[in-house]
């Protein structure tokens, strides 16, 4: 039989389970070698023990509890399918807790840098025009703006909102296109967006008609840019996102 029998470090090579960890799975009753030398304490496998150690190598891997090895590995298929459902559903639990604590860690982070930063941020951007059509449908076409109307449950003067972020943590952004009106002065501001692309943006602001202020250029102290008026006058300005 000595002749079928194969020593401790042959069985870890061929199972991928570690000498130690061969030890260790014998002393639980795991895995109990074929043959052990009741003098030196040295222990043979045989042939016919490599799949299951290299089944328990699996389980293992996968993390699967060490003392659930010995019923998954009774021989009854049925109880090694339990097992790994039961298993599967600590893991699917396990990923839903640690997206859990991910989008707080995220939270956290932002809060922190936001107080690292500045007390006060800014929040809002609302510009006075006249062409309130032409400006929105700008906007859209250019920069991807979602524009939604509003006139404050009739309280207000029909104008465009563009919502971004949320309240909190501090990242709220909203960018509003007011009407002028008769006696109200159209507003004169020169605006930075960050896009994708900035030659893509800079290519639909030339097909709309927009006064081209800067032609797309790379620069040492900031992102690649460009420069185009909108409808209204306003000079914005647009900053390649990859490039901060």
């Excluded at 002393?27 to 009741?38: F, H, K, Q, R, Y």
């Excluded at 042939?47 to 699996?58: D, F, P, T, V, Y």
């Excluded at 032409?134 to 509003?150: I, N």
């Excluded at 006064?211 to 420069?227: E, H, I, K, M, S």
């Amino acid at each position: 039989m000595a002749n079928e029998l194969v020593n401790v470090g042959t069985f870890a090579l061929q199972t991928g389970l570690s000498i130690p960890m061969l030890r260790y799975y014998h002393e639980i009753g795991v895995l109990e070698p074929a043959s052990v030398d009741p003098d030196t304490g040295y222990r043979r496998y045989s042939k016919e023990q490599i799949a299951r150690a290299r089944l328990i190598a699996r389980l293992r891997s996968v993390d699967v509890p060490v003392d659930e090895l010995t019923r998954a590995l009774a021989g009854n298929g049925s109880a090694l399918r339990m097992i790994l459902q039961a298993h599967r559903d600590r893991l699917s639990a396990r990923i839903e807790d640690t997206q859990r604590m991910l989008a707080v860690v995220d939270e956290l982070f932002t809060e922190e840098i936001a107080m690292q930063t500045q007390g006060s941020f800014l929040v809002e951007v609302t510009l006075r025009v006249r062409d309130l059509d032409a400006t929105v449908d700008f906007y859209r076409r250019v920069l991807g703006f979602d524009f939604q109307p509003d006139d404050h449950n009739g309280a207000a003067p029909l104008h465009y909102d563009a919502c971004g972020g949320s309240w909190a943590p501090q990242g709220m952004q909203l960018f509003t296109l007011w009407p002028a009106g008769d006696r109200s002065e159209t507003t004169g501001m020169q605006l930075g967006f960050g896009v994708p692309n900035v030659d893509e943006v800079w290519a639909r602001a030339s097909e709309t008609g927009a006064g081209l202020v800067r032609a797309p250029a790379d620069d040492p102290y900031v992102p690649r840019n460009a420069a185009f008026s909108d409808p209204a006058g306003n000079e914005v300005s647009i900053y390649e996102r990859a490039g901060w």
